[in-house]
């Protein structure tokens, strides 16, 4: 087989493959041979059949077969061979001409391949990216104390309600006069919160209730908006509620009042484990330091997109081969049409910049992965969800479950390499760029994300 490529402006190439009938007639033969045991034609036993008979109805069909399947393999021989950084797959060149398989051999096929821009991403201690370290303070803190005392809190039973309070009681559907109405709705021990109700006229009505007290009121009114609340509240289906306009009465059996935990050991227990903090001093200390590592993660992922920005800036702008890379993307995406390559082609190619130019800092700083990073990189990322609920003492043991759920998910492993890779190359730049450190509060930090 000959093989040549030309590469005339380093984006575009042409790749073109003459196939010799010695690259394919072994295993067309072998192929064909195969077919004529198996073969199943009326008037002759099986193996018998003539090979003439044979090649005429499959030769040419084995024969495509087989020389598809040797351009694919020689198609990457050749690329990996001779280092060309191909995007995408290859296409059928428009400068093909069509091929006569029934014809003798050498058939002559001509392939697109798009190249790779050629730049060199290189980042030395004499480049300077910065580095945002996000303050904690102590409002942060007193949030985050409020949020353990809050999930630690209870419920106590009360006389007279106040908001927020959590009311139970019975419902019963009134007559226009105000008395109950014979077979309508009733509600035992249904459940009411009236800090939550939406009109303020309706809410009023019980200010001061106490238990025992009957309460009327209209739970359309109090909830005008919407019918899922009022079909919750008296237990029926949204549609058997929609030309419900009754007054209903609300007899108290029950006021229950949330009380969140005091500040004391028991909740520095809950929340950290047994005896790990001895008094309120250490128990802020402790949050605080995990409210750090937490704010590190979020330092870091700044960090590597400053470091994209700067990498992209260094490089400047890149020739692509456009027409080609739309060719390949709208190959891939056929089912979305032209339309869907015009709206992002622009994202792809930036997307694909960054993906070429973090190939080459991995590639500079040595960085390889395995399935324990892999996991670490799952349980990190269960850490993170758990710590979004004030759960910062979760078991390993949990974590390690979790992470492991993670990883039998497909849709998951993709992206947790690509974080473990990421998570690596941010902390060996970290230690190669000059970090220009700079403190920002929270909330400048959400700006600068937001931006």
């Known amino acids: 087989m ?5 590469n005339p402006d380093k984006v575009n190439g042409l790749l073109t493959l003459t196939v010799e009938e010695a690259d394919y007639a072994e295993n067309v033969e072998k192929t064909l041979k195969n077919y004529r045991k198996k073969a199943n034609i009326p008037g002759f036993r099986p193996g018998q059949v003539p090979m003439g008979m044979i090649k005429k109805q499959f030769g040419t069909s084995v024969k495509v077969d087989e020389i598809n399947k040797i351009l694919g393999e020689q198609i990457y021989k050749y690329v990996n061979e001779n280092k060309i950084k191909m995007l995408g797959e290859p296409l059928p060149s428009e400068k093909q001409v069509p091929v006569d398989m029934e014809a003798a051999a050498p058939y002559t096929f001509m392939f697109d391949i798009a190249v790779a821009p050629e730049f060199k991403a290189e980042l030395t201690d004499k480049d300077t990216v910065d580095y945002y370290t996000i303050a904690v303070d102590d409002k942060m803190i007193d949030q985050q ?12 039973k009360a006389e007279e309600y106040q908001a927020n309070d959590m009311l139970k009681g019975d419902l019963r559907e009134l007559d226009e006069n105000g008395a109950t109405k014979e077979g309508g709705i009733t509600v035992e021990a249904a459940v009411l919160m009236p800090e939550y109700i939406k009109v303020e006229e309706q809410k009023a009505l019980f200010n001061g209730a106490k238990l ?10 109090a909830y005008p908006e919407s019918d899922v609340e009022v079909s919750s509240l008296l237990k029926m289906k949204k549609e058997e509620v929609a030309d419900l306009n009754s007054d209903f009465s609300f007899q108290i059996t029950e006021i229950s009042r949330f009380v969140k935990a005091e500040v004391n050991q028991e909740l520095f227990d809950q929340a950290f484990g047994k005896d790990t903090v001895k008094d309120e001093k250490e128990f802020r200390e402790k949050i605080a330091e995990g409210l750090q590592a937490q704010f590190v993660m979020d330092s870091d992922f700044k960090f590597l997109q400053d470091v994209r920005k700067y990498a992209e800036e260094k490089i400047g702008a890149q020739t692509y081969p456009d027409a080609l890379l ?14 869907f390559v015009d709206q992002n082609y622009e994202m792809s190619i930036k997307e694909l910049t960054w993906h070429l130019i973090k190939e080459q800092l991995v590639e500079a700083n040595n960085i390889k992965i395995d ?19 004030g759960m910062t003492n979760v ?7 979790y992470a492991a759920d993670m990883l039998k998910k497909k849709e998951y492993v993709d992206s947790l390499v690509d974080r473990s890779i990421d998570r690596k190359l941010t902390v060996a730049l970290k230690n190669v760029v000059k970090l220009n450190e700079k403190q920002v509060s929270f909330e400048e930090f959400n700006k600068m994300m937001g931006a």
């Open 2 to 6: 000959k093989i040549s490529f030309e």
């Open 326 to 339: 739309k060719r390949i993307m709208l190959n891939n995406n056929k089912d979305k049409g032209q339309e």
């Open 371 to 389: 399935d324990a990073d892999v996991k670490e990189t799952a349980k990190e990322a269960a850490r993170a969800q758990f710590a979004q609920y």
């Open 395 to 401: 078991p390993d043991e949990y974590l390690e479950n």
């Open 212 to 221: 025992g007290d009957i309460i009327t009121f209209n739970p359309k009114k």
């Open 145 to 156: 104390v409020d949020m353990y005392a809050s999930r630690g809190g209870h419920y106590d």
